[in-house]
């Protein structure tokens, strides 16, 4: 049954006759003897007769007033919650990020997430590269992704990217490391070192291989771990040295090192699809990732 007849059949109900429904429908006297009539066709059974000059409701009628009383009532509950949803953060918000991001921000973020009742936000860690974000943002709502700062960016025509931070990558050294007394490292002066890596196509790795063709340094790879905290301890045990993100490295474990007259970094940026911040919940969530990603360039290793 049309909703807009069952609501002319309720005013008509309300207020008693053809003329009164109009007035509070805004509409004309026979655009309402028209919807009663359509209703009456739509049913099969008459809801309306003659009363004097004006109608009155059948059995029938009033049967199907009661329920039309539910069923309005229901729609109404239904728009009041999608309004609250249009204009507060609340709802159910699928967020992917990298695992070194998540180190970095996700335990603050929680606590930010915390502060907006009604808003719940699933979390899932994903070892991403570049080239898997396009099919990530067709799963979740909001992906925290990386890439080298040198890199091409993300096509802005069919995705929305928020900047988060640049992150610096320094060299991570063993504790009683040749170079550990150095301020910052010569790229030349690390030719000749074993290093360890992530994962071919990883933005690490981007960084690593750019900067060997910008410097002619040639690193020699002989681990890949994609897990830094693994990496960490390698480096701690002698294994090697490693390019690690500034922010969460562990100095207690390693010497962390700058690279000298070289801006080695990586962007970490929040993608969606276009118009997903239209979404409250989804906003929210992108303004407490910016916040947090502010805190922790400001504080970093906290």
Do not use: K
Not at 158 to 176: I, N, Q, T
């Amino acid at each position: 049954m049309d909703i807009g007849r069952l609501r002319t059949l309720r005013e008509f109900a309300d207020r008693g006759s053809v003329t009164a429904a109009a007035a509070a429908l805004h509409c004309t006297p026979s655009a309402v003897s028209q919807q009663l009539r359509a209703l009456q066709a739509e049913v099969g059974l008459a809801l309306t007769e003659p009363a004097g000059r004006g109608l009155r409701l059948t059995d029938a009628g009033r049967a199907l007033v009661a329920r039309a009383d539910e069923v309005l009532a229901a729609l109404d509950r239904a728009e009041a919650e999608l309004d609250s949803y249009r204009s507060a953060p609340r709802g159910r918000v699928r967020l992917a990020v990298f695992p070194s991001a998540a180190l970095l921000l996700l335990p603050g973020l929680l606590t930010r997430f915390a502060e907006h009742e009604g808003l719940e936000v699933d979390v899932r860690d994903v070892d991403m590269t570049p080239a898997d974000v396009p099919s990530l943002v067709a799963d979740f709502d909001v992906v925290v992704t990386h890439r080298d700062e040198h890199a091409a960016p993300f096509d802005s025509e069919r995705l929305e990217v928020v900047h988060l931070l640049r992150e610096p990558l320094d060299v991570a050294l063993p504790p009683r490391h040749r170079l550990g007394q150095r301020d910052q490292v010569e790229p030349s002066e690390l030719a000749g070192e074993q290093w360890i890596s992530v994962d071919v196509g990883f933005p690490v790795d981007d960084v690593l291989h750019s900067l060997a063709v910008r410097t002619g340094v040639r690193p020699s790879v002989v681990h890949r771990i994609n897990d830094f905290r693994v990496t960490e301890a390698l480096v701690a045990a002698g294994h090697g040295i490693a390019l690690l993100p500034r922010y969460t490295v562990d100095t207690r474990r390693v010497l962390r090192r700058p690279l000298a007259g070289i801006r080695a970094a990586r962007q970490v940026e929040a993608v969606s699809r276009p118009g997903a911040v239209t979404r409250p919940a989804v906003a929210a969530v992108l303004q407490a990732l910016r916040a947090e990603a502010v805190s922790a360039a400001h504080n970093p290793n906290q």
